[in-house]
């Protein structure tokens, strides 16, 4: 029996008490019969709880390995970087700028601009972002018109050695 049935059989048990046309033997048996679903009630609730109790542990055990997967997530990116400076690194050192291995190509080769805020009280305003208590800048605008050839005071444009590896 589900849980609202047991719930509606007794809510329909305590309202036959509050008939005062009832005889003693039909009082008696809807008695019985309220303490039997209150039985019924009991055991179901009992099932409900141990089923959520359930539910939580195993929402525990996977928070848990969430947390765990994340950190291992950190780390293996954190040896890639290491691995990818290293290997930049020695590539330059020995002038190795472009290898290839089987299938993989390895290139030393210049990054994309990056835009580098050197003084913020220098730029023109019209670099400004407003966002409510705080400001930041449009940087894709500062490099697209630095590129362009224009002077922003207080920006400049800058690049370092990346490794594609296809």
Same mark, same amino acid.
């Given at each position: 029996?589900?849980?609202? $049935?047991?719930? $509606? ?18 009082? +008696?048996? +809807? ?21 959520? +109790? ?11 390995? $969430? ?80 590129? +362009? ?18």
């Amino acid at each position: 029996m589900k849980l609202y $049935e047991i719930s $509606e059989e007794i809510s329909e048990l305590e309202s036959r008490f509050e008939n005062p046309d009832l005889t003693e033997a039909e009082r +008696a048996s +809807a008695v019985e019969l309220y303490f039997e679903k209150e039985k019924d009630l009991e055991k179901k609730l009992e099932g409900w709880v141990c089923v959520l +109790a359930n539910k939580n542990s195993f929402l525990k055990v996977l928070t848990d390995k $969430e947390k765990e997967i994340k950190r291992k997530k950190e780390i293996i990116k954190n040896n890639i970087a290491a691995f990818k400076q290293q290997l930049l690194y020695f590539m330059e050192k020995h002038g190795r700028l472009k290898e290839q291995f089987g299938d993989l190509k390895v290139s030393v080769i210049d990054s994309p601009p990056s835009t580098i805020i050197d003084d913020e009280k220098l730029l023109p305003g019209r670099y400004a972002q407003f966002i409510p208590e705080q400001i930041t800048w449009d940087k894709n605008s500062i490099k697209r018109d630095i590129k +362009a050839g224009e002077k922003v005071p207080g920006a400049h444009l800058e690049t370092h050695k990346i490794l594609r590896i296809k």
